[in-house]
């Protein structure tokens, strides 16, 4: 991701079960916002989302349902829609190739 997040906007966290990076594990969360003090932005699993509404920032801190990450982290490995679709199509070419992520520079 190469902007800041924006509030009540979907993100996924993409993960590799296997090293070759050819199995992955998309979470989805809502973005609740950012605390400025902390230098933190918190996002909400897609599950609680739906099930109890959203969550405030200052309910985010602590709670189980949500993800924290500092400001220099959101990057890594959070993605919006547009890099979803990006990351998952770079995956199927490459394994149409016999290749793996992993290969990736």
């Known amino acids: 991701m190469t902007s800041l997040p924006i509030p009540g906007a979907i993100y996924f966290l993409v993960a590799y079960l296997d090293r070759a990076l050819r199995i992955p594990k998309i979470e989805t969360y809502f973005c609740v916002g950012h605390n400025a003090a902390e230098k933190a932005w918190y996002f909400q699993e897609a599950e609680s989302f739906v099930k109890s509404g959203p969550l405030s920032v200052a ?30 199509a770079e995956n199927k070419a490459m394994q149409d190739q016999g290749r793996s992520l992993s290969e990736r520079h």
Do not use: R, T
């Open 59 to 88: 309910d985010a801190p602590g709670n189980s349902d949500c993800l924290c990450l500092a400001g220099e982290h959101v990057g890594d490995g959070l993605l919006d829609w547009d890099g979803l679709v990006k990351e998952l």
